[in-house]
Protein backbone atom coordinates (compact mmCIF):
# COMPACT_ATOMS: atom_id res chain seq x y z
CA UNK A 1 0.00 0.00 0.00
CA UNK A 2 0.92 3.40 -0.54
CA UNK A 3 2.28 6.01 2.42
CA UNK A 4 3.59 8.49 1.38
CA UNK A 5 1.07 10.47 -1.64
CA UNK A 6 3.38 13.08 -3.30
CA UNK A 7 1.56 16.81 -5.03
CA UNK A 8 1.38 18.10 -7.55
CA UNK A 9 1.62 15.11 -9.07
CA UNK A 10 3.00 16.91 -11.88
CA UNK A 11 5.03 20.35 -12.35
CA UNK A 12 6.10 22.34 -15.33
CA UNK A 13 8.33 25.10 -14.48
CA UNK A 14 10.68 27.64 -16.13
CA UNK A 15 14.63 27.36 -15.27
CA UNK A 16 15.89 29.67 -12.72
CA UNK A 17 12.16 28.85 -10.68
CA UNK A 18 11.92 27.58 -7.47
CA UNK A 19 10.28 23.57 -7.72
CA UNK A 20 7.99 22.56 -4.38
CA UNK A 21 6.66 18.99 -3.63
CA UNK A 22 4.50 17.78 -0.99
CA UNK A 23 4.72 14.55 0.57
CA UNK A 24 1.71 13.23 2.88
CA UNK A 25 1.86 9.77 4.84
CA UNK A 26 -0.19 7.65 6.89
CA UNK A 27 1.90 6.47 9.77
CA UNK A 28 4.67 7.44 12.42
CA UNK A 29 8.11 7.28 10.89
CA UNK A 30 11.82 7.45 12.04
CA UNK A 31 12.25 9.26 9.10
CA UNK A 32 11.54 10.24 5.71
CA UNK A 33 13.55 10.27 2.23
CA UNK A 34 13.46 11.68 -1.10
CA UNK A 35 14.49 10.52 -4.37
CA UNK A 36 15.04 11.26 -7.49
CA UNK A 37 13.95 9.22 -10.87
CA UNK A 38 14.94 10.08 -14.50
CA UNK A 39 12.84 8.69 -16.94
CA UNK A 40 13.46 4.89 -17.46
CA UNK A 41 16.15 4.98 -15.03
CA UNK A 42 16.91 3.92 -11.00
CA UNK A 43 16.50 6.02 -8.21
CA UNK A 44 18.47 8.60 -7.26
CA UNK A 45 18.94 8.92 -3.54
CA UNK A 46 18.23 12.89 -2.60
CA UNK A 47 18.26 13.67 0.89
CA UNK A 48 17.15 11.32 4.61
CA UNK A 49 15.19 13.79 7.20
CA UNK A 50 15.17 12.39 10.71
CA UNK A 51 11.82 12.23 12.71
CA UNK A 52 13.30 14.92 15.50
CA UNK A 53 14.59 17.19 12.33
CA UNK A 54 12.36 19.95 11.18
CA UNK A 55 14.41 21.12 8.05
CA UNK A 56 17.44 19.87 6.23
CA UNK A 57 19.63 21.18 3.19
CA UNK A 58 21.49 19.96 0.43
CA UNK A 59 22.45 22.10 -2.03
CA UNK A 60 19.81 23.69 -4.03
CA UNK A 61 17.91 20.88 -2.43
CA UNK A 62 15.52 22.05 1.42
CA UNK A 63 13.41 19.56 3.11
CA UNK A 64 11.26 19.97 5.89
CA UNK A 65 9.29 17.85 7.95
CA UNK A 66 5.56 18.09 10.09
CA UNK A 67 5.32 15.18 11.76
CA UNK A 68 2.40 16.71 13.21
CA UNK A 69 0.49 16.79 9.86
CA UNK A 70 2.38 13.77 8.73
CA UNK A 71 3.87 15.94 5.71
CA UNK A 72 7.27 16.89 3.62
CA UNK A 73 8.06 19.29 1.44
CA UNK A 74 10.94 18.88 -1.04
CA UNK A 75 12.20 22.75 -2.58
CA UNK A 76 14.48 23.03 -5.34
CA UNK A 77 15.39 26.43 -6.03
CA UNK A 78 16.91 28.04 -8.88
CA UNK A 79 16.05 25.07 -11.07
CA UNK A 80 17.75 23.75 -14.36
CA UNK A 81 16.64 21.56 -16.96
CA UNK A 82 18.54 18.77 -15.45
CA UNK A 83 16.08 18.68 -12.30
CA UNK A 84 13.46 17.40 -14.97
CA UNK A 85 12.49 14.16 -13.28
CA UNK A 86 10.06 12.17 -10.69
CA UNK A 87 10.85 13.13 -7.61
CA UNK A 88 9.60 10.58 -4.72
CA UNK A 89 9.07 10.27 -1.11
CA UNK A 90 9.71 7.22 0.69
CA UNK A 91 9.46 5.68 4.29
CA UNK A 92 9.97 2.33 6.01
CA UNK A 93 6.42 0.41 6.43
CA UNK A 94 5.23 -0.48 10.21
CA UNK A 95 7.30 -3.33 10.83
CA UNK A 96 10.55 -1.59 9.35
CA UNK A 97 10.87 -4.30 7.04
CA UNK A 98 10.45 -2.22 3.56
CA UNK A 99 10.39 0.89 1.82
CA UNK A 100 6.90 2.27 0.83
CA UNK A 101 6.86 4.77 -1.91
CA UNK A 102 4.86 7.66 -2.55
CA UNK A 103 3.32 8.38 -6.07
CA UNK A 104 6.13 10.88 -7.49
CA UNK A 105 5.82 14.07 -8.78
CA UNK A 106 7.10 14.20 -12.24
CA UNK A 107 8.97 17.62 -12.28
CA UNK A 108 9.74 19.12 -15.94
CA UNK A 109 12.24 22.21 -15.94
CA UNK A 110 12.07 23.96 -19.70
CA UNK A 111 14.98 26.55 -20.55
CA UNK B 1 31.17 2.01 -3.17
CA UNK B 2 27.58 0.53 -2.46
CA UNK B 3 26.63 -0.08 -6.18
CA UNK B 4 23.55 -2.50 -7.33
CA UNK B 5 23.72 -3.42 -10.78
CA UNK B 6 20.43 -5.02 -13.18
CA UNK B 7 21.05 -7.39 -15.86
CA UNK B 8 19.62 -7.11 -18.74
CA UNK B 9 18.78 -3.53 -18.88
CA UNK B 10 15.93 -4.49 -21.19
CA UNK B 11 14.42 -7.62 -22.43
CA UNK B 12 11.82 -8.41 -24.95
CA UNK B 13 10.32 -11.59 -25.29
CA UNK B 14 7.33 -13.96 -26.25
CA UNK B 15 4.13 -14.03 -24.62
CA UNK B 16 4.44 -16.99 -22.45
CA UNK B 17 8.40 -17.12 -22.13
CA UNK B 18 10.17 -16.91 -19.17
CA UNK B 19 12.73 -14.42 -18.53
CA UNK B 20 15.43 -14.09 -16.01
CA UNK B 21 16.22 -10.71 -14.71
CA UNK B 22 19.66 -10.34 -11.90
CA UNK B 23 20.60 -7.96 -9.38
CA UNK B 24 23.85 -8.28 -7.75
CA UNK B 25 25.69 -5.70 -5.07
CA UNK B 26 29.44 -5.26 -6.72
CA UNK B 27 31.06 -4.20 -3.48
CA UNK B 28 29.17 -5.03 -0.68
CA UNK B 29 27.51 -8.07 1.00
CA UNK B 30 23.63 -8.14 0.22
CA UNK B 31 22.01 -9.81 3.24
CA UNK B 32 18.49 -8.25 2.16
CA UNK B 33 17.59 -7.49 -1.83
CA UNK B 34 13.83 -5.83 -2.35
CA UNK B 35 12.23 -6.60 -5.89
CA UNK B 36 9.75 -3.56 -6.93
CA UNK B 37 7.65 -3.40 -10.49
CA UNK B 38 6.92 0.05 -11.93
CA UNK B 39 4.23 0.63 -14.59
CA UNK B 40 4.42 3.90 -16.88
CA UNK B 41 3.90 6.99 -14.93
CA UNK B 42 3.25 5.19 -11.51
CA UNK B 43 5.30 4.68 -8.20
CA UNK B 44 7.33 1.80 -7.17
CA UNK B 45 5.62 -0.97 -5.95
CA UNK B 46 7.47 -3.77 -3.54
CA UNK B 47 6.92 -6.84 -5.10
CA UNK B 48 8.86 -8.75 -2.42
CA UNK B 49 11.90 -8.95 -0.17
CA UNK B 50 14.38 -11.73 -0.12
CA UNK B 51 16.73 -12.54 2.52
CA UNK B 52 20.00 -14.49 1.56
CA UNK B 53 19.23 -18.29 1.97
CA UNK B 54 15.76 -17.94 3.04
CA UNK B 55 12.69 -17.90 0.97
CA UNK B 56 11.12 -14.93 -0.46
CA UNK B 57 8.68 -13.24 1.12
CA UNK B 58 6.08 -11.54 -1.21
CA UNK B 59 3.71 -8.47 -1.22
CA UNK B 60 -0.20 -9.14 -1.06
CA UNK B 61 -1.31 -9.87 -4.85
CA UNK B 62 1.93 -10.88 -5.93
CA UNK B 63 2.23 -14.53 -7.23
CA UNK B 64 4.61 -15.95 -5.93
CA UNK B 65 4.67 -19.00 -8.65
CA UNK B 66 5.01 -16.01 -11.24
CA UNK B 67 7.53 -14.00 -9.73
CA UNK B 68 10.12 -16.48 -8.89
CA UNK B 69 12.88 -14.76 -6.54
CA UNK B 70 16.22 -16.57 -5.53
CA UNK B 71 18.95 -15.34 -3.23
CA UNK B 72 21.00 -18.11 -3.27
CA UNK B 73 24.61 -15.50 -2.17
CA UNK B 74 24.93 -12.17 -0.35
CA UNK B 75 25.81 -10.76 -3.82
CA UNK B 76 23.64 -12.21 -6.38
CA UNK B 77 19.77 -12.39 -6.17
CA UNK B 78 17.47 -13.48 -9.57
CA UNK B 79 13.88 -12.46 -10.69
CA UNK B 80 11.98 -15.13 -12.96
CA UNK B 81 8.98 -13.97 -14.57
CA UNK B 82 7.85 -17.32 -15.69
CA UNK B 83 5.14 -17.70 -18.94
CA UNK B 84 5.17 -14.03 -18.67
CA UNK B 85 2.32 -11.81 -20.80
CA UNK B 86 2.05 -8.56 -21.86
CA UNK B 87 0.71 -7.47 -18.64
CA UNK B 88 3.83 -8.40 -17.16
CA UNK B 89 5.79 -5.48 -19.17
CA UNK B 90 7.38 -3.46 -16.87
CA UNK B 91 10.24 -1.83 -15.17
CA UNK B 92 11.65 -4.00 -12.28
CA UNK B 93 13.70 -2.48 -9.89
CA UNK B 94 15.44 -4.17 -7.32
CA UNK B 95 17.78 -2.88 -4.11
CA UNK B 96 19.76 -4.39 -1.40
CA UNK B 97 21.09 -3.71 1.48
CA UNK B 98 23.79 -4.90 4.34
CA UNK B 99 22.49 -4.79 7.45
CA UNK B 100 21.12 -1.96 8.95
CA UNK B 101 17.79 -0.06 8.71
CA UNK B 102 15.65 -0.42 5.79
CA UNK B 103 16.51 3.00 4.59
CA UNK B 104 19.62 2.32 3.83
CA UNK B 105 18.99 0.60 0.69
CA UNK B 106 20.68 0.80 -2.92
CA UNK B 107 18.72 0.62 -6.13
CA UNK B 108 19.96 -1.08 -9.31
CA UNK B 109 19.61 0.92 -12.22
CA UNK B 110 16.42 -1.03 -13.26
CA UNK B 111 15.60 -3.82 -16.08
CA UNK B 112 12.59 -2.88 -18.71
CA UNK B 113 11.03 -5.93 -19.70
CA UNK B 114 8.25 -5.81 -22.59
CA UNK B 115 6.17 -9.02 -23.26
CA UNK B 116 5.17 -9.08 -27.01
Known amino acids: ?111 | GAVVSQHPSRVICKSGTSVKIECRSLDFQATTMFWYRQFPKQSLMLMATSNEGSKATYEQGVEKDKFLINHASLTLSTLTVTSAHPEDSSFYICSAKSGGAVETQYFGPGTRLLVL
Not at chain 1, 11 to 36: D, F, P, V
Not at chain 1, 58 to 86: C, F, N, P, Y
Open chain 1, 1 to 111: SQQGEEDPQALSIQEGENATMNCSYKTSINNLQWYRQNSGRGLVHLILIRSNEREKHSGRLRVTLDTSKKSSSLLITASRAADTASYFCATANQAGTALIFGKGTTLSVSS
